[in-house]
C-alpha cells in the first residue's frame, strides 16, 4: 500500500477528502446559480467547483476498497439457510414483550378505573363542601339578625 493510499485510509486524509468534496460541490452549485442568474464570476465558480469534483473522483479511485466481512461466521443465524426472523428465540422474544405490553395496558386501565372513582369521590366532596357553605351563609345571615335585634332592644331599654 503507497503511501498515499495510506494518507486517504486515514482520519486525516478522509476529512480532507471530505471537506475537498463538500467544497467542491458548493462551488458547483455556486457556480450553478450565478449561471443561471447571469451574475458575474459564474464561469469561474463553476470552473473551480467543476475542476475540484474532477480531482477529487481521479483521486477517490486510489481509495481502498471497504473489507468484506464473514458475518456469517460470528453469527450463524444469517447464512442462507435460516431466517432470522423464524428463529424460535426470536419467536419467543417477541412472545415476551407482547405479553409485557399486554401486562401495562392491563395495568393502564386500572389505574384509569381507579382515578375515576377517586375523581367521582371527590366530586362528591365538592358538592357536600358547597352546600355546608351555603348553610353556613345562612346560618351567618341569621346570626347577625339576632345581634341585630339583641343590639336594637338593649339600647331601647336604656333610652
Not at 1 to 9: G, I, Y
Not at 56 to 80: H, K, T
Request: net charge neutral; glycine share 4%; proline share 4%.
Amino acid at each position: 500500500m503507497s503511501r498515499f493510499s495510506k494518507f486517504l485510509s486515514s482520519r486525516a486524509g478522509r476529512r480532507l477528502f471530505n471537506v475537498a468534496y463538500s467544497w467542491g460541490a458548493c462551488l458547483v452549485i455556486l457556480g450553478a446559480t450565478f449561471k443561471i442568474a447571469h451574475y458575474p464570476y459564474d464561469d469561474l465558480f463553476l470552473t473551480i467547483g467543476m475542476v475540484t469534483e474532477i480531482v477529487i473522483f481521479f483521486l477517490s479511485g486510489f481509495e481502498e476498497p471497504p473489507r468484506e466481512y464473514r458475518w456469517e461466521q460470528v453469527f450463524p443465524q444469517l447464512s442462507a439457510g435460516e431466517k432470522p426472523a423464524g428463529h424460535p428465540d426470536a419467536d419467543a422474544a417477541f412472545r415476551h414483550i407482547a405479553e409485557n405490553i399486554e401486562n401495562i395496558n392491563k395495568a393502564y386501565a386500572e389505574e384509569v378505573r381507579f382515578l375515576e372513582s377517586r375523581l367521582a369521590r371527590l366530586r362528591e366532596a365538592d358538592a357536600c363542601q358547597a352546600e355546608m357553605n351555603e348553610r353556613l351563609r345562612a346560618i351567618d345571615e341569621q346570626y347577625r339578625r339576632i345581634m341585630e335585634v339583641v343590639c336594637m332592644t338593649k339600647n331601647n331599654q336604656t333610652k
